[in-house]
């Protein structure tokens, strides 16, 4: 898929699901179609030095949670469940 041309909102959302935890690269590359070697690379030409730093320390200090494999078989979501549900882009009221 390198090569491929995406819309800043799919760049944006790469890129979230990317520093989210608890979204493994496996759900990056199920909705967008790039592994985990592609996302490194996205995240490296788009984000500052430092901020690709932080995050690959991040992913290679134990996260586990960003790869399916690794991740405890208690964990079925992809999302926290503190986090509000979005509609439309503006964030829903309780």
Known sequence: MTGEILTERQLDRIIEMAWEDRTPFEAIKFQFGFPEK??????????????FKLWRKRINSGVSTKHLKKRSSEISRFKCSRQQAISGNKISKR
């Open 38 to 51: 592609e996302v490194i690379k996205i995240m490296r030409s788009n984000l500052k030095q430092s901020s």
